[in-house]
Structures are given as C-alpha cells and as structure tokens.
C-alpha cells in the first residue's frame, strides 16, 4: 500500500515565527489532506489539496504531485496552533492513509 | 456542509461488555464510511470500510466479529465492539464522504471521535 511520511515529527518553535512540514508518499494519489488535530482528539480539515497551491489566512499548502511531496507553511506562529499536524492520502474511491504526524508546540 | 456526528463522545465501560458507536453525515448522504482507531501518541490507522446495504471491509488484522459494523441507511453506520477488554481502549473515529455536486469526490469528513475506556 501506498506509504505516507512526514517531517519533521517534533517542532518546538517561539510565538511568531515560520515553520514548514513536508509530507512525502510512495505512489502516484487522487487526493490529498492536511489535518491539525486539537486537543480533544478532533480533527479539523486544513486543506484538500490533490496539486497545487493553497492559502488560508497564514497557512498555505503545496503539493506537487507529480514529485510526491507536499507542503504546508505556517506563518506567524501563535499558541492556538499546536497540536499535531497530519498529511494523509488516497487513490480513487479508498480511505484515507495516514502519516505519522508532525507535534508542534508554540510557545509565546 | 459536510458534518459528521458520532455518539457517544466517550465511554466507560466494564470489561466483556459490549459498545455501540454510532457515525451520522448530518447533512448529506454517505454509501461509504471509514472506521480509523487512534492510540495514544500515535496516527490513525484504518479499521474497515463501511459500505450501505453491504458487508464491511475490513484491514488485515482487524477481528471483524469483535468488530461488528453495519450500515443500514445512508446516513447512519454503526460499531459495536463486542465483549470489551482494555486492550480496546482507544479513540474510535468516523469519516464519510460527501458525494454532492461541487464537492471534491475523493475529500473525506471526519467525525469528532469517541473515546472508549474499557476497565
């Protein structure tokens, strides 16, 4: 099955500055999603992003699929954003596969 | 758009007893929904495949008669974790996805996740 990696697995930043998580998979996807999960365990639907480039306030994601990787950019960190980041991915009609995460903590 | 409930939040329960969970799309219909399990400290990882009118699929190494899922209308799918141990103490998530016009065909919605302790 197709595997899914992220990086880094752990990020510790100051309040305020820029981070960038990678997320690399094995075979060619229809779809790919980032996901922060909070602290209650939900998880909170960041981008759908199967190529290309997309913003949302001070997060955007890259994917080039054609390279397997994709990439999302938080800028401007701030507290509210920690929690774990997850990048998952599937082929036509099939579940989502997940990576391992990235942990965030931002402290101010 | 696009909202999936679960119910309950969290349990407790005794062991070999058994548990209902239940996943709602609340405003669309699902013919598909996925069951993921999360331990702690770690990613979610895919339990079974729930298909309306059908059987379930499930991943290599999941007991699908400890597991029992049904999907009897497009709205709703169940599991039910029968006889408990602690073993199965984990957060059980649900997702669906919503086949509407101008909605991605391959995006998936995640419900808000049930966590389960079995003493």
């Known amino acids: 099955g197709i595997q899914v990696e992220q990086s880094p697995p752990d990020l510790i930043l100051q309040e305020g500055a820029n981070s960038t998580l990678r997320c690399n998979f094995s075979d060619s996807v229809n779809n790919l999603q980032w996901f922060h999960q909070n602290p209650w365990g939900q998880l909170i639907n960041l981008f759908y992003?199967?190529?290309g480039t997309k913003q949302n306030g001070r997060l955007s994601a890259t994917t080039v699929a054609t390279e397997r990787y994709s990439l999302l950019y938080i800028s401007s960190s701030q507290t509210t954003d920690s929690g774990v980041y997850f990048c998952?991915?599937?082929?036509?009609?099939?579940?989502?596969?997940f990576g391992k995460g990235t942990t965030l903590s931002v402290s101010s | 758009g696009a909202v999936v409930s679960q119910h309950p939040s969290w349990v407790i329960c005794k062991s070999g007893t058994s548990v209902k969970i239940e996943c709602r799309s609340l405003?669309?219909?699902?013919?598909?929904m996925f069951w993921y399990r999360q331990f702690p400290k770690q990613s979610l990882m895919l339990m079974a495949t729930s298909n309306e009118g059908s059987k379930a699929t499930y991943e290599q190494g999941v007991e699908k008669d400890k597991f029992l899922i049904n999907h009897a209308s497009l709205t709703l799918s169940t599991l039910t974790v029968t006889s408990a141990h602690p073993e199965d103490s984990s957060f059980y998530i649900c997702?669906?996805?919503?086949?509407?016009?101008?909605?991605?065909?391959?995006?998936?919605?995640f419900g808000p996740g049930t966590r389960l302790t079995v003493l």
């Open positions: 998952a991915v599937n082929q036509a009609g099939t579940a989502l596969i």
């Open positions: 405003d669309f219909q699902a013919t598909t």
């Open positions: 992003i199967p190529s």
């Open positions: 997702s669906a996805r919503d086949r509407r016009p101008g909605v991605a065909y391959n995006e998936q919605f």
